[in-house]
């Protein structure tokens, strides 16, 4: 059963077309993340669902209901946290604004709940200072707490990872799937975090220029966007390899080289002939998985070839 569908949502800035008939549908208990470059469009949507802003066309229905102008009834169902982490109050204490958000839809929260919120999110220290005396990433982690708190069945996380450090990635990594998975909760959330995404999402949708450009399982996206990257551990070698791959990506490590090129079955003995005349010694060549990061790349270059192809890229 579908929590979220959005329609053929669009919404104009001025003359900026920031979301241009984007259509998807949520499962209950699915994770789906929101992908693409700065400006495609996400935040927007983003903001459309949580009806924080009016489109210009398209629906949002919202646990089977449509979503008018002004409608509340949808907060008892989704809440979210925006980018950065405005939605907490400075001068209330940690516990404090657990207790302001739990609150919000008339629930009361047991002590019990806020101490397994703030030991989950690392917040049981902190949970007498306020907000403002917080550093950055805490106030960010509060902020999704907070929100966590209200328990409502559908979540939108706009940027979490957003100068999180490694750990605390981590950490939010966890949290989200426990969410679903002890919880059956059902989030949407954009990162610009592939390893984030990759580890949480059921679903991924890639956002270009306020369009959706491809989506699927991390796992279909492997598949549809397969292709071949090798790995050439070489040494030696009169030139850099950078200058026989100009679009591959070279390392050096130690007194190696790792050389990383997307090519097709019979380039490979070309580039093999290449190293060999340049002087260098091969010592591995290992084909790669594509990972996430490498799928986003791909799917945007072709993007970016797509409109160079077709004019200046005003849709
Ligand atoms: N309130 C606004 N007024 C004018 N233009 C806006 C407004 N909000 C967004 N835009 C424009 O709409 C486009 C999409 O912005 P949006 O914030 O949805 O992108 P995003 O995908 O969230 O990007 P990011 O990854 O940087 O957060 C951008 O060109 C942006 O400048
Ligand atoms: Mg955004």
């Known amino acids: 059963m579908r929590v979220v569908e959005v329609e053929n949502l669009r919404k104009v800035f001025g003359d900026t077309v920031a979301v241009d008939g984007i259509s998807f549908g949520v499962g209950r208990g699915e994770i789906v993340a929101l992908l693409g470059p700065n400006g495609a469009g996400k935040t927007t949507t983003i903001k459309s669902i949580l009806n924080l802003i009016v489109p210009d066309s398209g629906r949002i229905v919202v646990a089977g209901r449509d ?31 657990i207790r302001f958000f739990a609150g919000l839809n008339g629930r009361k929260i047991s002590k019990r709940e806020i101490d397994g919120i703030l030991e989950r999110f690392g917040l049981g220290e902190k949970r007498k200072t306020e907000a403002r005396n917080l550093s950055r990433g805490m106030q960010q982690k509060l902020a999704i707490a907070s929100v966590l708190a209200r328990k409502t069945p559908i979540l939108i996380l706009d940027e979490p990872t957003l100068g999180l450090d490694v750990d605390t990635t981590y950490q939010l990594m966890e949290i989200v799937r426990s969410l679903r998975e002890d919880m059956g909760r059902t989030i949407i959330v954009s990162s610009h975090n592939m390893r984030f995404v990759e580890n949480t999402a059921d679903r991924v949708i890639f956002i270009n220029r306020g369009k959706i450009v491809a989506e699927g399982s991390v796992e279909q996206l492997k598949r549809m966007f397969s292709y071949e990257t090798y790995m050439f551990r070489a040494s030696g070698g009169n030139i850099s390899p950078q200058g026989i791959f ?59 070839s797509d409109e160079t192809a077709s004019g200046n890229g005003n849709a």
Request: net charge negative; proline share 3%; charged share 30%.
């Open 246 to 304: 100009p679009d591959g990506k070279v390392e050096r490590v130690g007194d190696e080289w790792r050389i990383y090129v997307s090519l097709n079955q019979s380039e490979i003995y070309d580039a093999v002939d290449a190293l060999r005349s340049n002087g260098f010694l091969l010592k591995e060549i290992r084909l790669q998985e594509p990972d996430l990061e490498s799928i986003y790349m791909r799917v945007m270059k072709e993007e970016r």
């Open 67 to 97: 979503v008018r102008p002004g409608d509340y009834w949808l907060y008892d169902f989704i809440s979210g946290v925006l980018e950065g982490n405005r939605n907490i109050y400075w001068r209330l204490t940690v516990e404090q604004n």
